[in-house]
């Protein structure tokens, strides 16, 4: 019954030392022919960065709906979408402090405490799917849930859709954006994930992947080298520095105490009831990682020293330094961008 995951740790471990052995290391590069050849070697170097991740696309090259945004911005700051009405998207997912709200769990209508740290919504238009345990393909699908769930805003669809109808405001903004349409759980939904969309923090790192080597400090590329070296690539990888596979949290050494296990630390397996799926997750983004404390589904990591050491023994199996978690440390704040984005108020009428 061990051999399925014997071999999976044994592809993990092949594919960690892979990396290990290239990325970081450009020997591979034949410099030889480009070295006098400014054009071609910056061409090489830039390739050679953007061999695990991406620089961030403009946000004009996403090709998004203006109108659509500016509605979905104000649906996202809008508690009439909770059943008490002092809820909003916003209440957890605080733009001004990294789109989450800095606290292990989040609290919900009538105070209620959740089971489950709140992920960022900046940049989440780059996911490949949206929760912790990845059950939205969408950002859309993912709009519809917190509305309904009962300890979190807690209202009921058809009540805010008939609040939200009752405002002459959005009758004649959504009248004009959707036509056929008008206000429903749909076009409410598609509006608020058009803004999240927008949601993009361009960042140094994006700089440097494009061949500016002055974007990140001497320290935060030793830090991006070592974030290299040691395979933290296997799974923060593509534009978003992760948000694109689910993993094993726990995969080279557990992480969770089975007797003590929550029901929310089961992660994807409360999806799907597979054995194989048990303490599965989506790999979290690490754009703006440095505001968005604590860590984890659990958010029992107070710092990025503690995040990266325990990622280091529970994911990677290796046991990091402090010199040189401090280094990785330095990276990851270069994935910190500035949001450009104002919050606008909800029509009162």
Known sequence: MYKPILKYVAILCGFLALVGCEAGDYSYIDYQKTAQEPTMLE?????????????????????????KVRLGNMLYHDTRLSGNGKLSC?????????????????????????????PTTLNSGFNFKQFWDGRAESLRKQAEGPVENPIEMGAKWPNVIASLQAVETYQKLFDA??????????????????????????????????????????EQQEGYRLF??????????????????????????????????????????NQTQRPTDRNVFKVPSLRNVEHTAPYFHNGLAQTL???????????????IPPNERTKIAAFLKSLSGELKTTPIDPPKQ
Do not use: W
């Open 43 to 67: 061409k090489a170097r830039t390739t050679a960065r953007t061999k695990y991740h991406q620089p961030m696309p403009s946000l004009a090259s996403l090709n998004l709906s203006e109108d």
């Open 177 to 218: 954006i959707y036509p056929t349409q008008g206000i429903n759980q749909y076009t409410v939904t598609d509006a608020i994930a058009e803004f999240e969309r927008s949601l993009i923090t361009p960042a140094p790192i994006d700089e440097y992947l494009r061949g500016d080597d002055n974007a990140l400090t001497a």
């Open 90 to 118: 916003a209440s957890c997912h605080v733009l001004a402090i990294g789109g989450d709200d800095n606290q292990p769990v989040s609290t919900g209508i009538n105070r209620q405490k959740g089971s489950i740290n709140a």
């Open 305 to 319: 020293d503690e995040a990266i050491n325990i990622m280091g023994l529970n994911q990677l199996g290796r046991e």
């Open 228 to 269: 290299q070296s040691y395979g933290c690539v296997a799974c923060h990888q593509g534009v978003n520095f992760g948000g694109n596979m689910m993993q094993k949290f726990g995969a080279l050494k557990a992480y969770f105490d089975e007797k003590n296990e929550k029901t929310v630390d089961l992660g994807l397996f």
